[in-house]
């Protein structure tokens, strides 16, 4: 059998350093970028120098004429992009070791990182980031690589020894000896091509740090001719799409597989390859813009309103087989009561993909004139809103907004419409949530952080009048703004705050505040959902339904980098 791997053991690290800056070591495409933190970059120069093995480096050869697109180049390093030899030595695993001990042992900086502060202490013979500029005996890492800084701190200690009577000096060249002499193990693979390349870099990427699904589908779709993270970064930076805060990489792949295999599971993913992402990119990425400009219809101003995000993937599969730019009349009805239902129902907070697969039948089901509605059971008491708390990952919060959002709110001062997208210019223009009762004066209305964090105790309203009003008393800052808008009863029905809740308001009464205005928008529910009515004294409401968070994108796979 033809040999395919090649075991090295004779690299050092300067070895590896100057296969770096020779350009010959590079990174292939599919990897993610460079994200290790000065403190695990302590803990291997620790393990080094006390000579514990750091594992090997998987290593691919290949040619530099057949692969020379297909490098990501670590951007701030500055190294050659063209290699020395006639091929590449792309590292399939190992490469955040290598860069780290590169950016630590260089004193480069990376990413906004200052690597140079990372210090050998020669008195207690370890790595460390200096908690205090007054320590002595911290050594930048970089001059132990470093010929004429070297020497600079040979000579120093050499005067300091015999001075205190210490032996500082030994230990910073048992130091640099130790990290010139310690053996890199190097696996190279042989005259292997892309696709096999590929496998082995989704088998070794099995254990250690979290690799998401998206990681392993972004390898198996890559080609010369594709790149998923390029496409979907490129995508992300149109101004419209910006502005709506972007789409999660996972909508993509769920898109594909759901227009290519009718099926969104995590196989189906894995199975998308470059050839069938090419061929149906182009149409599945207008099919998730329609989808995203049909959800706005729903008060979907912002990515961040959406209740789930596997809703995009359904919806673009609905113009995807329809091959319509637009929802059809007879069908509008069907998908609003679909959106509604499935979220105040929760209908994705679990199993989310099998649902998915259920809800594009059922899609595929409209376009093909088999008009059979799709709801589910909606039962939602005034407590249970009242106590979803606005910092918590929420479906039913996010539903809330978006009903919040089909209000066109308003300004209470000047009746000014909110923005609640990214298009303002002016950031004091610009959409917050801000608490309506303060805060800071929590105690002063007899409640606690929980309570004062209710969603009912927030308003879509401009940064300029959130700053504003900031720390007062809302009978104080609403006496104010009553005389200059004469209006201001009407604009605040757009936040959902009737004229029972202002005169709660006037009160500086925030339990019946919250009260009456958690009645308004419960109501607003039923009237998007038309669940059966219920008696909520006999109703047990399960608040771990109602903070439910939105996994759908949690799905990780355990790798060794």
Known sequence: MEKKIDIINNWNLKRVFDELEN????????QRGYVWERTKIVHLLNSIYKQYPIGSFFIWTASKEEYTNFTREIEGLNLPKNPYSNEYSFILDGQQRITSLYVALKGKMLNNTDYSTICFNVEKGVFQIPRLKTEKHNIPAYKL??????????KDYVMYDLEHQTNLLQVWRDCEQTFSDYPISIIKTMKMNLEEVVDIFERINQGGKRLSLFDLVHASTWSPDFDLREKINKFNSEDAVKNFGGVENEVFTQSLALNIFDDATNQNQLKLTSEACIQKWNVTSDCIKKAIDYVRSYGVSFSSFLPYHS????????FYKSQSSSVQAKHKKFIEDWFWTA????????????????????????????????????????????????????????????????????????GNTVPLDRSNLSKSNSKENHHFFPYSLREQF????????????????????????????????????TTQNTFIKEHLQTHFITEEAYDAILENNLQ???????KEIVAEIQSKTQFETFNEDEYVSQEEEIVEEDFEFETEIETEE
């Open 343 to 414: 979220t105040f129902s929760q209908h994705y907070s679990s199993s989310s993909l099998s649902k998915m697969k259920e809800d594009a039948e059922w899609i595929n089901g409209l376009v093909n004139n088999i008009d059979v509605p799709r709801t589910f059971k909606v039962l939602i008491s005034l407590k249970d809103i009242t106590r979803v708390r606005m910092q918590n990952n929420s479906v039913i919060k996010n539903g809330v907004m978006c009903l919040m959002s089909l209000r066109t709110p308003k300004d209470f001062d000047n």
């Open 311 to 318: 809703f995009i993937p359904v919806l673009q599969y609905y």
């Open 145 to 154: 690589f470093d010929t004429a800084e070297y020497g600079n701190v040979l």
């Open 446 to 481: 007899g409640t606690d952080a929980n309570g004062i964090n209710s969603l009912l105790n927030f308003v879509l309203i401009t940064s300029r009048l959130n700053r504003e009003i900031s720390n007062k008393y809302p009978s104080d800052y609403m006496k104010e703004y």
């Open 23 to 30: 350009g010959n070591m590079k990174i292939p495409k599919f």
């Open 512 to 518: 019946k505040f919250l009260e009456l205005r958690g």
